[in-house]
């Protein structure tokens, strides 16, 4: 039997159906892919589906769990993230912010160094007079100099066609930041939990993405169940689900508490990511 841990969870399940466990000790890193060769007549396929229309796009369970764990082994690199949100001044198209947003973002990696981040989309359901309209959170490690940055985002879109309601309007709230402490795990969950788990719009665009350092961390790591017994013995084990399904390879799913006990029991995945944002 082999355990597959990530923070807040461990997954136990049996070796026979594959014969062998696992090549590596930590898995989940864009590293580990295997690289795809350049795709043939691009120009080609571009021109016909020019004609398509767009199919719709969600946050699917198996991306949502993959979010949640970038972003806590993102936020346990860094001693403090910045919670951004950018909204529009009028209506627009999944695909006139989808282009905004790449234009911003490239224009923040040149100005500032290693910037990292991780952005999902979201529909906006409070706001009457845009009710539906995209709008953009990222998590990332640069500090903000709002000012700067809001007036760049507020005059990017001008530049785009995108025009306040109001001449001369330019609401504060379109560029709006909220500093998180990363050591506070609970907190970085909360975020998780209202603008990714519950997100189940649909886009005509990419729903969300990370930067390749991002992309890089390691969020799994595999162990014997030795180490879920030290959880079983600080009492850490918040619930504990057991599989029946003979089929299934997983036997059991074990949901542990994140505190100041049960934090540094990571750090061998903590050590990995810090160490390959290094490289």
Not at 89 to 114: G, M
Not at 158 to 169: A, L, Q, V, Y
Not at 268 to 273: A, E, Q, T, W
Request: proline share 2%; aromatic share 12%; hydrophobic share 30%.
């Amino acid at each position: 039997m082999i355990v597959k841990n990530t923070y807040g969870t461990s997954v136990a399940f049996t070796t026979s159906r594959y014969g062998k466990a696992p090549k590596h000790e930590f898995t989940g890193s864009a590293l580990q892919r295997k690289k795809q060769e350049p795709k043939k007549n691009t120009k080609a396929k571009k021109k016909e589906s020019k004609g398509k229309e767009k199919k719709e796009r969600s946050l699917s369970r198996r991306s949502k769990q993959k979010i949640r764990k970038k972003l806590t082994c993102f936020a346990r690199c860094h001693k403090k993230l910045s919670f951004l949100t950018l909204t529009f001044l009028n209506t627009v198209t999944d695909e006139q912010a989808i282009n905004l947003l790449r234009k911003f973002i490239d224009n923040v990696k040149k100005r500032s160094k290693d910037f990292q981040y991780i952005w999902v989309a979201e529909r906006q359901t409070k706001n009457d007079a845009f009710k539906g309209n995209v709008h953009f959170h990222m998590i990332t490690n640069k500090y903000w100099k709002i000012e700067k940055w809001w007036n760049y985002w507020i005059n990017l879109q001008i530049k785009n066609g995108i025009t306040p309601r109001k001449k001369d309007f330019k609401p504060s709230s379109a560029f709006d930041v909220k500093q998180l402490n990363s050591n506070n795990i609970r907190s970085i969950a909360s975020y998780v939990t209202k603008y990714v788990t519950k997100n189940d719009a649909k886009f005509k665009c990419q729903v969300w993405n990370c930067s390749k350092h991002v992309s890089e961390l390691y969020t799994d790591f595999y162990t014997t169940t030795e180490f879920t017994d030290q959880f079983k013995r600080l009492g850490a084990v918040k619930k504990e689900l057991t599989n029946t399904d003979r089929e299934s390879p997983v036997i059991n799913v074990k949901m542990i508490d994140l505190n100041r006990n049960t934090l540094p029991m990571y750090k061998r995945l903590d050590d990995k990511n810090k160490n390959t944002l290094k490289k």
